[in-house]
């Protein structure tokens, strides 16, 4: 790993990157990706106790070279999590780090707005002056920060770790947990081969748990009790969930754990998955915690934060797996900005395991409040196949289709609240849910693309849409009048249209219905729900049977 000078100085090229939600869906461009020449990109990650960023080369067959990789230890998890806010000092250390990055990657060529992601967790999310931090690295550097969302961070997890999954079918077709201890929070995410069943996310993290003992004061041995007593209290939330699963296999992620694994004499790099003995890494837990910060950096050249977090962290891993009853430990070598560059090589697309995973999420959310759910899946594979079908009217990225599809299963929940106004209740429910895999922005889109399923058209008053850029309200005006003539196309409830082929000719899409003679309530529904389709399309809907119906 490459580490940069704190001393040395860089002329600054700001420029901005990731303007808006529907840019962000589309990296590489198709214009880069026609290209022969392998193609640079890089994720900066800014953590809890480092700055650190990945630079990768994607090739035109979708492989993925790693090139080099940085990291600067500046401790924002101990501003953040113990005072609330971001230092000055604090700050300006980022900025200095991250205007050495921008050289660094100017030298790779990495000059693009997509050829980069700069991301953020809870360090920054939970301090108080976050957005003046935002600000000030934009202006110093260009660089346009974006904040993880746990359910983001949960699906780029998976996506890293499929491949090491897929791997090991025999041993990963039984439930297992994938953890990572970082130094802000504990994510857990319960799977059976590529099925995620539960992800989840505990304000409990190794720096947190360090600066709660500090703040004591207590000898050594006191301040071991105070910790277990923290982390047996998290993991008993962890236990509730895995109590309906017979856990068989941890897969634990972390820089934290691979030094565990090194320590062991266990190779934790390439694909392997290092198997570690459980009962070993109990024994390095309490050794490292046993030495002084001090003596760790000096011992094993660590920086001070991640030295201060070390002993934490390991002993977190050991309390999940041995409290948990787990079987076998691995260790695996990924991390985020691995998943990240794995989106960014796939052009933003998911895979269909993650798409699975999202509308699973989002049928389970149905259930709960009641849905009627033969119609809403059956209006959700209509409104798939209009997508699928109008590509060239609509121009819209694949991700996009996720967003339509828990839409079209959620957009009647709020019958649940009141049938009056309910599409406004269904508005309200989703963008109040959690569901696997998607960002807070997203749930917004899916929110307001269900609230427009009826009633009124989107108007620049309306809450939420409102706050919408441009890209964004013509996103939610598409997607929503896909999904309205998708609910007229089910206006009898019975599921009976089933084959649907759409060809658009001068103003008009037709759309032949096969193998039924009589459509009169679909066409009277029609009547009241294209005007939406209209209006963003410049085109009207016209319905035709094909083939002898009954």
């Not at 002329?11 to 590489?28: F, I, M, R, T, V």
């Not at 505990?202 to 500090?214: A, D, N, P």
């Amino acid at each position: 790993m490459s580490s940069i000078n704190p001393s040395s100085r860089s002329k600054l090229n700001p420029k901005a990157h990731n303007q808006d939600a529907a840019e962000d869906s589309d990296y590489p461009p198709v214009e880069m990706q026609e290209r022969n020449a392998p193609w640079p990109v890089a994720v900066i990650d800014i953590g809890t106790t480092s700055l650190r960023m990945q630079i990768s080369e994607i090739h035109t067959d979708g492989t993925i070279r790693k090139l080099d990789s940085f990291s600067q230890a500046v401790s924002l998890g101990k501003d953040s999590f113990i005072k609330g806010s971001l230092s000055k000092g604090t700050i300006e250390d980022c900025v200095h780090v991250l205007r050495l990055y921008r050289a660094k990657l100017n030298e790779y060529g990495i000059t693009e707005n997509r050829q980069l992601r700069v991301i953020a967790t809870s360090a920054v999310k939970e301090a108080r002056n976050r957005l003046a931090f935002l600000d000030r690295v934009y202006v110093a550097t260009g660089f346009e920060i974006e904040p993880m969302d746990e359910a983001e961070l949960h699906r780029v997890t998976f996506v890293g770790a499929l491949p090491l999954i897929e791997s090991q079918p025999e041993t990963f077709n039984k439930p297992s947990i994938i953890c990572e201890v970082s130094g802000g929070t504990t994510e857990v995410l319960f799977f059976i081969a590529d099925e995620v069943l539960f992800s989840q996310s505990y304000r409990q993290g190794s720096l947190r748990i360090r600066k709660t003992v500090e703040a004591f004061s207590d000898p050594a041995q006191t301040s071991r009790k105070v910790m277990e007593s923290q982390l047996l209290s998290m993991i008993g939330q962890i236990r509730q969930q895995a109590e309906e699963y017979d856990l068989e296999n941890m897969i634990a992620i972390g820089g934290d754990i691979r030094f565990a694994a090194n320590q062991l004499n266990h190779d934790a790099a390439g694909d392997s998955l290092p198997e570690v003995e459980i009962e070993q890494l109990g024994n390095l837990a309490s050794e490292i915690l046993g030495q002084s910060t001090e003596r760790l950096v000096s011992k094993y050249h660590l920086s001070l934060p991640d030295a201060d977090s070390l002993g934490p962290a390991l002993l977190a891993y050991y309390l999940i797996a041995t409290e948990l009853n787990v079987k076998k430990l691995f260790v695996a070598d990924f991390n985020l900005r691995d998943g990240l560059v794995e989106e960014m090589a796939s052009g933003g697309k998911w895979s269909q395991s993650i798409e699975r995973q999202t509308i699973r999420s989002a049928i389970q959310m149905g259930r709960k409040f009641n849905f009627d759910r033969r119609h809403a899946v059956h209006v959700s594979k209509l409104a798939c196949i209009l997508f699928d079908q109008l590509r060239e009217l609509h121009q819209l990225s694949q991700r996009f289709q996720v967003i339509l599809e828990m839409a079209a299963i959620l957009h009647e929940i709020g019958i649940f609240v009141s049938a009056r106004s309910y599409h406004k209740h269904s508005l309200y429910l989703i963008r109040n849910a959690e569901f696997f895999g998607i960002s807070s922005k997203d749930v917004e889109l899916v929110a307001l693309v269900a609230r427009y399923h009826r009633r009124a058209t989107p108007q620049p008053d309306h809450e939420g849409y409102c706050e919408l850029n441009r890209k964004q309200r013509v996103l939610v005006t598409k997607l929503a009048a896909i999904l309205r003539i998708a609910k007229a196309l089910d206006a009898s409830r019975s599921q009976r249209i089933k084959d649907i082929t759409c060809q658009h000719i001068a103003n008009q899409v037709h759309i032949m219905i096969t193998g039924i003679a009589d459509i009169s309530v679909e066409r009277l529904e029609l009547n009241r729900s294209d005007l939406l389709f209209n209006d963003i399309f410049g085109t009207s809907i016209v319905l035709e049977t094909v083939g002898n119906g009954p």
